[in-house]
């Protein structure tokens, strides 16, 4: 990969924060030191807002074709770097490298899927009430776009954002978690392959709550996109007031995974299995709530424990792994709190987690049952491998648990029955349900939440409408 450097993204530059400052970025598997990446001082965020906001006046004349064209170009780059990329992933996060090739599969698609959208931001012409008189509505792009991301998906989650800005004519500047940074700079090394105009794309590092603040509060930065928590989105929605800058969140979720009596078990196993422990759990849709009818769930526990029990718990590199390390000490700590808190309160722990090592962030598949809804491990997002299994004897009842969060992002549901499965989707209060399916992520389709997980989408014809704007015309003749 040509020009990679362990620095920021700026104006085109790899740049050092003037003081000096950097952070540590370690492998949470080894816990071996990866790389120092700059901690920036408020006026080196300052000049990546400055360089964006310049870029922006250049990218927005560039013609969308030509846009389009860069933007195809960076998607068939990053799966040229496939190898690359994905040892970075594994190595600065944790999943397996089978997850991490398959996360960057996921990212070049929305390049792709925008390349082609970007040629598509079309307007309108309506009828007006005078034959003197025309209405115009065009789109045009918002402006500086600022990203923050987390540690979950440390490229597709930037992809899905700077994918769209681009497209829509926005320059970027993101801000990656600080656990993940390394591919960020990556892919920022891989704008420049691409012939992506200097400060179009700006990839900055540091402390999070500063440079957060520092985004937040410039009137240059005309759009906010984040995934992450609640508790931040929240601080950002507050940020946000002063200058009244549009945002984009995808926050927490608490997905209900629902089966019905009539479900298909092993299927709903299978889909289980996918939706629970990929990344280890730690993603925003990954299943936090399992509701299973009372009459097929000793079926679906026993088959779920079983294909629990053959995951290998691993370092990431090595192929036979198929559950990672947590990525840090928290949220090991977090994890251990709920299985305990839950044991103690009463609650079958089937497959217990196995003692982890002194030091290590490794955390085994855990399957729990007789989970009732007062319980913590039922209200807050566990982000690790374990399964929480309660019961519901009819669908009034499911609907009624599954929808009493104040979460919004995902729910899935199997069952057998067609209509059943519609009119209980219909009736979940989810931005996403999958039915009969847990990998319900594509470029092509709309990503996001309702309720506290936040609003907007991402991907899909809809997701570009985040970075544009409406402008009418009115026109007398
Ligand atoms: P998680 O708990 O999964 O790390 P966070 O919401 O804390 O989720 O982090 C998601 C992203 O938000 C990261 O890039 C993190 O550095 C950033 N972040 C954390 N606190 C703030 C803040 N106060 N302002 C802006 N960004 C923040």
């Known amino acids: 990969m040509k020009n990679f450097r362990f620095e920021c993204l700026i104006n085109g530059m790899w740049r050092a924060s003037s003081d000096g400052k950097t952070t540590p970025v370690t492998n949470p598997s080894s816990k071996k030191l990866l790389a120092n990446v700059p901690s920036l001082s408020k006026s ?10 310049k870029a922006f006046e250049l990218w927005r004349e560039i013609p969308a074709r030509k846009r389009s064209d ?8 990053i799966i040229a770097h496939t190898d690359t990329l994905a040892a970075t992933i594994t190595a600065e996060q944790g999943k397996p490298l089978a997850e991490s090739r398959g996360e960057i599969t996921y990212a070049a698609n929305y390049f792709r899927w925008f390349s082609e959208e970007a040629v598509r931001i079309n307007g309108d012409i309506i009828p007006s009430d005078s034959n003197s008189k025309r209405i115009m509505v065009i789109k045009q792009p918002i402006g500086v ?10 490229l597709a989650m930037l992809a899905r954002k700077m994918a769209a800005a681009l497209a829509a ?18 892919l920022a090394a891989l704008t420049l392959e691409a012939g992506i105009p200097a400060g179009v794309v700006n990839v900055i590092t540091g402390d999070a709550e500063m440079i957060g603040a520092a985004l937040m509060h410039s009137p240059t930065v005309r759009k906010v996109t984040f995934t992450g928590s609640t508790e931040v989105g929240k601080i950002l929605i507050r940020q946000s007031a002063e200058t009244v800058k549009k945002l984009t969140l995808e926050l927490g979720g608490n997905a209900p995974l629902v089966v019905c009596d009539d479900a298909d078990i092993s299927k709903a196993v299978e889909g289980a299995v996918f939706g629970k422990f990929r990344n280890a759990g730690q993603t925003c849709i990954c299943v936090n709530r399992f509701l299973v009818h009372e009459k097929v769930a000793p079926q679906f526990t026993d088959a779920l424990i079983t294909r629990a029990k053959q995951l290998v718990v691993g370092d990431g590199m090595n192929s036979a792994t198929d559950i990672g390390p947590l990525i840090n000490n928290d949220a090991l700590a977090k994890v251990t709190r709920l299985v305990e808190s839950a044991s103690r309160e009463g609650a079958k722990v089937n497959l217990p987690p196995a003692p982890t090592p ?47 969060t104040p979460h919004g992002l995902a729910a899935y549901l199997y069952s057998t ?9 219909e009736r979940l209060d989810f931005g996403m349900v999958g039915i009969n399916d847990t990998s319900i992520s ?13 609003f907007g989408r991402e991907g899909s014809k809809y997701g570009i409408d985040d970075y544009l704007v409406l402008k009418y015309l009115s026109v007398q003749s």
């Open 44 to 53: 080196d965020v300052q000049s990546a807002i400055d360089s964006a906001g």
């Open 358 to 404: 002194a030091g290590s962030t490794f955390f085994p598949p855990t399957v729990i049952s007789n989970i009732t809804p007062q319980m913590s491990i039922w209200k807050e997002e566990i982000f690790g491998p374990v399964c929480a299994i309660a019961t519901f004897a009819n669908d009034e009842e499911a609907i009624a648990l599954a929808n009493n």
């Open 145 to 154: 776009v600022a990203a923050i991301t987390p540690w979950n998906f440390p």
């Open 169 to 186: 004519g926005c320059s970027f500047i993101a801000k990656p978690a600080p656990e993940t940074p390394l591919t960020a700079l990556a």
């Open 70 to 77: 860069l933007l195809l170009g960076l998607a068939n780059l």
């Open 417 to 425: 029955n067609l209509n059943r499965a519609l009119s209980l989707a």
């Open 442 to 454: 594509a470029a092509q389709a709309p990503f996001g939440g309702i309720k506290e997980s936040g």
